[in-house]
């Protein structure tokens, strides 16, 4: 039988600054905050980290006070083998001098035992950087680079060995990313606004199939769409129409992750979807609101308050959690906007664009990240194409018999 420790006393709780910016933080048993893992989870927010991210750190900080809280330990004197036991811990959730007769389901996948893992790890390099001698050796837990690639003239430019990792955590193969049809797509577009050819108009909300359109036509990430301001948008004169991607503050802590600019070119039809909604936009009173319209976000509140307020990602997600009631059955249950950058990326390696074609697309830093993630669908392209295997050599098949016509090799 296994036991399961109750200790939902320490927990991560979200906070409201008083600038409106939601974080995390941790609490213990006595609804304190914890002092060490809020000082690194503010020390994230100084650094301007993503709010997700510190959500993350904050969850993995929470289990790791509970696993010390649980196993009577204290947080500046661990040692190595208190990090491999609390990997066990994160794996079955047993409580001190607890032995499973037989194994349970494990509580976590690897993939997240992992991102935990590394939560703490970097709370605990933050203290050593700041003096504090807190864990034994921890170094050598520490992981430096990632992959077996190795630069040019790796040999020459290093001085000294990598840091290798002690305790290890069970890689597994990442699956083929999720993504929507083409029909799919569609639907979720379809159900937020549609064309009235009777009337000549458009039915429902302009700047929810908008937000969809845009995100499965460039790939973008939901914060890099909600970060869109109309100056960002170029619409056609003439000439191909397209957005700039800018890396800047936003109120709501969206950011372009990796802080790259990129331009990236729209379809007419996506264009003068754009137009439209700019259209009603002013129709709705934007721009006496707002004092520079073109400086302002494209994606805006139109029935909540603040009115043309940048629109908050919650929002975004609660207007996901409607579709997918609305269109049950139609499409995945457990689809997010982040889907739509995977059904692009897919989309173009299928139609055969070049890899680092999409890597600068997608602002990926390094080509080698779209490689990886989108591994299998390179693959089967180049399976099908040697597959086709008497098409591929159809040109070196007359090559040969041409000169078998001419006479024997002499």
């Not at 969206?254 to 003068?272: A, C, F, M, P, T």
């Not at 307020?309 to 059955?329: E, H, K, M, N, T």
């Not at 040969?400 to 006479?407: F, L, P, T, V």
Request: aromatic fraction near 10%; hydrophobic fraction near 40%; include cysteine.
């Amino acid at each position: 039988m296994t036991t399961v420790v109750d200790l939902s006393g320490i927990r991560t709780q979200r906070l409201t600054l008083g600038t409106g910016e939601r974080t995390w933080t941790v609490l213990g048993r006595d609804h304190r905050v914890v002092g060490p893992a809020e000082e690194y989870l503010e020390h994230l927010r100084v650094q301007k980290v993503s709010p997700n991210t510190v959500k993350s750190y904050a969850r993995a900080l929470a289990l790791w006070w509970q696993y010390l809280d649980a196993f009577g330990l204290t947080w500046d004197t661990v040692t190595l083998e208190d990090f491999g036991a609390f990997l066990t811990w994160l794996r079955t959730g047993e409580g001190p001098q607890v032995t499973a007769l037989a194994p349970g389901e494990p509580r976590f996948g690897e993939a997240t035992v992992a991102v935990r893992l590394r939560g703490v790890l970097s709370c605990y390099e933050f203290h050593q950087l700041n003096g504090v001698d807190a864990g034994r050796d921890l170094h050598r837990l520490v992981q430096r680079g990632g992959g077996r690639y190795k630069p040019m003239l790796e040999h020459i430019a290093r001085r000294k060995g990598r840091r290798q990792t002690v305790i290890r955590v069970r890689q597994q193969h990442a699956g083929a990313p999720p993504v929507l049809t083409p029909r799919q797509i569609d639907g979720i577009c379809d159900a937020c606004a549609v064309w009235d050819s009777a009337v000549y108009e458009w039915r429902g909300s302009v700047r929810d199939r908008l937000l969809w359109a845009l995100l499965a036509e460039t790939g973008l990430r939901l914060g890099e769409a909600l970060g869109l301001r109309h100056r960002d948008w170029h619409t056609g004169r003439g000439d191909t129409p397209f957005i700039e991607v800018v890396p800047r503050e936003h109120p709501h802590r969206v950011r372009v992750k990796g802080g790259g600019y990129r331009k990236l070119y729209i379809s007419d039809e996506l264009d003068r979807l754009y137009g439209e909604y700019l259209w009603q936009l002013c129709g709705a009173g934007a721009d006496m609101a707002v004092v520079d319209l073109d400086d302002w976000y494209v994606f805006v509140n139109l029935a909540r308050e603040p009115r043309f307020a940048p629109w908050q990602p919650d929002s975004v997600y609660d207007l996901v959690d409607r579709l997918r009631r609305q269109l049950a059955g139609c499409v995945p249950n457990a689809w997010t906007p982040h889907w739509f950058r995977h059904s692009h990326a897919t989309a173009l390696l299928l139609a055969g664009v070049p890899v680092h074609v999409v890597s600068r697309r997608l602002g990926h830093a390094d080509v080698q990240t779209t490689l990886n993630t989108y591994a299998h669908v390179t693959e089967d392209a180049e399976l099908r194409a040697v597959a086709d295997w008497k098409a591929l050599t159809s040109g070196w098949r007359a090559t040969i018999e041409a000169a078998e016509a001419i006479g024997p090799c002499s």
